[in-house]
């Protein structure tokens, strides 16, 4: 089954203690859109401006990413440059220039209004909201937030809360929404507001995923080298969202093993800039480091005494 | 198989944001005891003042604690005041009277020296090689350390690690030992240093097993209420060593099961001050979280497509 995800197309600019990368594919609806092709076919809508290199976005089409919702508007594209410091756990941002992404009002082609997988990435909620009346009844939505948006827009978060299946969010945004510092009552508390199941990432320290009264745990993949941390959620929502249209399951055990596919997906994309690793990795490689995920949680049950 | 545990026997004075307690049972030593107590025998070498109210230690002898090598010197106990903060993430060190543990040497008693478990709580790593000394052939050896002495004993404490088979430490004491902000880099550091297996504690994020290229996590106990970290790191080395002293056996199906029981211990610990939980668990208790562990971390291998 396909998914839609509307969200930012922008070109970063990013500097880590390993290297600078300037004017590269960024933006959350390309990092998902780049991990979930790899289990099932995307279809992205966004907006980039005059100035946008589209034809750097050929390889994603290439894996099956439909293009046909991302309009090229008159104006700059939006840009996003920041830096990691030697922890690599919280990015500075050195500039935010929106562009045409400041005027954006998504509008759902009619051929992707019956995607039955939706992926509302980190954009204005009353524009996610404005999202959910043109699609058809999808069988999942997601979503992701922003500090920004709890802070500016906290009424219309909590009413997309009301449509959403599952609501993807770091930590510390958790404990922003729901002004609760353990994670297990946020979790609670944001269930309570709509979503069937929360996930709530911790970076490197691996990813939540509450449904009613069950939770599961997934560690982020310890890589001895991390390269750039930039789009590991996105990643992350796309490996977990991407397989679950694959399968068209949304059964618990479905649903875990997406949130793994979801880890492995982030894992990969933080090994080099922008979206590269994505574009690079293969069904084998994906397949082998979620047998590594596996190693890596595995006790075998109690002998007899 | 019995484990010997050379540490502090202290009275910690302790705030959290959910209440106070004061000259409470504590100290690694006697953290380590009533937590390994439930795997097995446990011999416990330190030393109090002449103030301590050694009766309150029964509970421990009750639970084949063996105290006969915990010598009660003239002078004052050691003393430790701490506060927890909102996060419960670090203890604010306050008050810290070392007492008669500022001139502590630890004999080990004739009848001790032949434990086939040794765990070398946090003291003076001089101390610690002084105890190896004095012990016969362990089949396992197992040291903990801390920020203060990887500053001022950092030579003595990369002697210790020739001599011991497992170093447990906090993701932070890691880093500072070895210079590496990369966990996986800093277990490799170690491991090139003596020990065959390094355990890298982060608090309430869980913690990695590495041995040669093998890595385990397991995630801590998403608990909703927190109630005092303190002695968190002792009651995981208690269940760790406790567990493998209990088989006997050292394979990586036995350790990984450990570090389980580590988790599951260090998750008692902290719903209550000083060893509180500690003493009320039973049997039952522990083998129900271990199956809680299980469950929040199993993802079922998938179905052929």
């Known amino acids: 089954m396909s998914v839609l995800v509307v969200g930012s197309v922008a070109l970063d600019s990013v500097e880590t203690p390993f290297g600078k990368a300037d004017e590269v594919l960024g933006g959350s609806g390309t990092f998902f859109?780049?991990?979930?092709?790899?289990?099932?076919?995307?279809?992205?809508?966004?907006?980039?401006?005059?100035?946008?290199?589209?034809?750097?976005?050929?390889?994603?089409?290439?894996?099956?990413?439909?293009?046909?919702?991302?309009?090229?508007?008159?104006?700059?594209?939006?840009?996003?440059?920041?830096?990691?410091?030697?922890?690599?756990?919280?990015?500075?941002?050195?500039?935010?220039?929106?562009?045409?992404?400041?005027?954006f009002r998504p509008k759902i082609p009619t051929e992707f209004r019956q995607a039955p997988f939706v992926f509302l990435a980190n954009i204005d909620p009353r524009l996610q909201l404005e999202v959910l009346k043109q699609v058809e009844r999808p069988k999942l939505v997601a979503c992701d937030t922003m500090n920004f948006w709890i802070e500016s827009r906290r009424a219309d978060l909590i009413e997309l809360l009301k449509h959403v299946d599952v609501l993807l969010l770091n930590d510390g945004e958790a404990?922003?929404?729901?002004?609760?510092?353990?994670?297990?009552?946020?979790?609670?508390?944001?269930?309570?507001?709509?979503?069937?199941?929360?996930?709530?990432?911790?970076?490197e320290h691996g990813a939540f995923m509450f449904t009613g009264s069950t939770v599961f745990f997934a560690p982020a993949y310890p890589l001895e080298d991390v390269f750039d941390p930039t789009g590991a959620g996105d990643s992350f929502a796309g490996g977990f969202i991407g397989y679950l249209a694959r399968t068209g399951q949304l059964d618990e055990a479905h649903l875990r093993r997406a949130v793994v596919y979801g880890s492995t997906m982030g894992s990969f994309a933080v090994e080099r800039f922008s979206i590269q690793r994505l574009l690079e990795i293969g069904t084998s490689d994906i397949r082998s480091r979620l047998d590594d995920f596996r190693r890596l949680v595995a006790f075998e049950e109690e002998m007899p005494a």
Chains 1, 2 share one sequence.
């Open 33 to 103: 859109a780049a991990s979930a092709s790899h289990f099932t076919s995307v279809k992205l809508v966004g907006v980039v401006g005059s100035d946008y290199p589209v034809h750097k976005l050929d390889p994603l089409r290439a894996r099956g990413v439909d293009l046909g919702g991302l309009e090229q508007a008159e104006g700059e594209s939006f840009r996003w440059r920041g830096r990691y410091r030697h922890d690599l756990n919280s990015a500075e941002t050195l500039e935010t220039r929106l562009g045409v992404f400041s005027h």
């Open 175 to 203: 404990r922003q929404l729901t002004e609760h510092a353990n994670l297990v009552k946020a979790a609670r508390w944001i269930l309570q507001r709509g979503p069937r199941h929360v996930i709530i990432k911790k970076g």
